[in-house]
């Protein structure tokens, strides 16, 4: 069975940090990829996406992440982050195939200090 | 164009009461989604329909939960007798197409449910 992976529950950076989020999958083919973002009391917002081709995708708001298949990982990147980035992300996987079931993990809540 | 809207936005309950929550998606999307999640949780899909057929309704805990979506447009979800542990945001999420890599989920606010 797939499962995601976040390992951090909580992340603090300083604003105008960079910033790095873990997401690992655990998968027998290479899923879609996803991360959302939730902002307090509302609902998910895709921040981006990897389906094939270059690893590296960019997403809104200055977000990118990284597809490796060698680690089973697809971490999210900031270069900057500002103190709006504040808020749940969380990272989600769906078969290339079959049912239409997106897979979230736990979510990594991001804290930007002033 | 309007979003994903959910309603109500917050429900307190006792344990053993009813409840039901209704799900607007996007016009034209034919793909529709419930997901249950729990206080610092990601979402976990309970049931998903295209038109008004479920495609998979296999997590729904079918004793307690049910979902209709009659004419393929609006849903509802309904707990009939809700427990403690149901407390968590239920989440609706629409989507155009069944499956494949342009079949971006849409998500609604949610709707917070607390069983006392």
């Known amino acids: 069975a797939q499962s995601v992976t976040q390992p951090d529950a909580r992340v603090t950076v300083s604003e105008g940090a960079s910033l790095q989020l873990r997401c690992k999958y655990s998968s027998s083919v290479t899923p879609y990829l996803f991360w959302y973002v939730q902002y307090p009391r509302q609902g998910l917002q895709l921040l981006l996406k990897y389906y094939s081709g270059d690893p590296v995708v960019q997403g809104v708001n200055g977000f990118e992440a990284e597809f490796s298949k060698s680690n089973s990982s697809f971490h999210l990147r900031k270069a900057s982050v500002h103190w709006s980035d504040s808020a749940v992300y969380f990272c989600?996987?769906?078969?290339?195939?079959?049912?239409?079931?997106?897979?979230f993990g736990k979510g990594t809540q991001l804290i930007i200090q002033p | 164009e309007a979003g994903v809207t959910q309603s109500p936005r917050y429900a307190v309950l006792q344990e053993g009461q009813a409840v039901s929550f209704w799900c607007d998606p996007i016009?034209?999307?034919?793909?529709l989604y419930w997901y249950q999640q729990p206080r610092d949780q990601g979402p976990q899909l309970l049931v998903y329909?295209?038109?008004?057929?479920?495609?998979?309704n296999s997590q729904l805990p079918s004793d307690r939960f049910s979902a209709v979506r009659p004419k393929g447009t609006n849903s509802t979800l309904k707990i009939q007798s809700a427990k403690q542990g149901d407390t968590a945001t239920y989440l609706c999420?629409?989507?155009?197409?069944?499956?494949?890599?342009?079949?971006?989920?849409?998500f609604g606010p949610g709707t917070r449910l607390t069983v006392l």
């Open positions: 329909f295209r038109d008004e057929a479920v495609i998979d």
């Open positions: 999420a629409s989507s155009a197409g069944l499956g494949g890599r342009g079949a971006e989920q849409f």
């Open positions: 989600a996987v769906r078969y290339t195939g079959g049912a239409d079931r997106l897979t």
């Open positions: 016009s034209g999307h034919d793909t």
